[in-house]
Nanobody, 125 residues
Framework: QVQLGESGGGLVQAGGSLRLSCAAS????????MGWFRQAPGKERECVGA????????YYADSVKDRFTISRDNAKNTVYLQMNSLKSEDTAVYYC??????????????????WGQGTQVTVSS
């Protein structure tokens, strides 16, 4: 059983930055891929970033490329999402997810096995 807990969300002005963290417990963190997803009211959940087991391969949605950075610290069992130049359209609940049977990332939510409870990010314009 894997448990995930996000932190770092909050209210920020447009153009500002936030760093989300997701701490994992259970399983072997360094073996599995991780993803960050978000869901805004009335919209489908979308993958904003994903990272493979080693951290050497990652994916970004076009909407966040060059603004968001995903990284991981396997010694701390933690994955991060650094969000810069935030826009009002980034407002959403952000979730981290673990893909425990594969070390390679996926941008599809159905590929992930465990989810955190989510953290709210609100960007004011």
């Amino acid at each position: 059983q894997v448990q995930l807990g996000e932190s770092g969300g909050g209210l920020v002005q447009a153009g500002g930055s936030l760093r989300l963290s997701c701490a994992a417990s259970g399983g072997t963190f360094s073996n599995y891929a991780m993803g960050w997803f978000r869901q805004a009211p009335g919209k489908e959940r979308e993958c904003v970033g994903a990272i493979n087991w080693s951290g050497r391969s990652s994916y970004y949605a076009d909407s966040v490329k060059d603004r968001f950075t995903i990284s991981r610290d396997n010694a701390k069992n933690t994955v991060y999402l650094q969000m810069n130049s935030l826009k009002s359209e980034d407002t959403a609940v952000y979730y981290c997810a673990a893909r425990i049977n594969y070390g390679t990332w996926s941008s599809f939510s159905y590929a992930y096995d465990y989810w955190g409870q989510g953290t709210q990010v609100t960007v004011s314009s």
